[in-house]
């Protein structure tokens, strides 16, 4: 497992396999979240990344937005699971 020191300024860097693996270059944005005593660091993505996501809504008509909501539910179920 990669290790990282920090820095007096509490500044950490990132080992360089890591940020190759996922993409992330000088001023590339993260987010940072506390889980009890762990810290998470994940890619943020950018606006243009995200052009098109829900495309798909508008070309199928009206939302049924309960459907949308249990799809959303079921996908964080899934993501919650897998940490």
């Known amino acids: 497992m990669p290790a990282a020191r920090i820095s007096g300024k509490g500044q950490v860097t990132l080992p360089a396999a890591i940020r190759r693996r996922l993409g992330l270059k000088a001023d590339s ?12 660091i994940r890619p943020m993505r950018s606006l243009s990344e995200l052009r098109g996501v829900f495309r798909h809504c508008a070309a199928d008509g009206p939302m049924d937005w309960e459907k949308v909501r249990t799809a959303t539910e079921l996908a964080v179920a899934e993501e919650v699971a897998r940490e």
């Open 29 to 40: 944005r993260v987010d940072i979240e506390l889980r009890g005593s762990e810290i998470v």
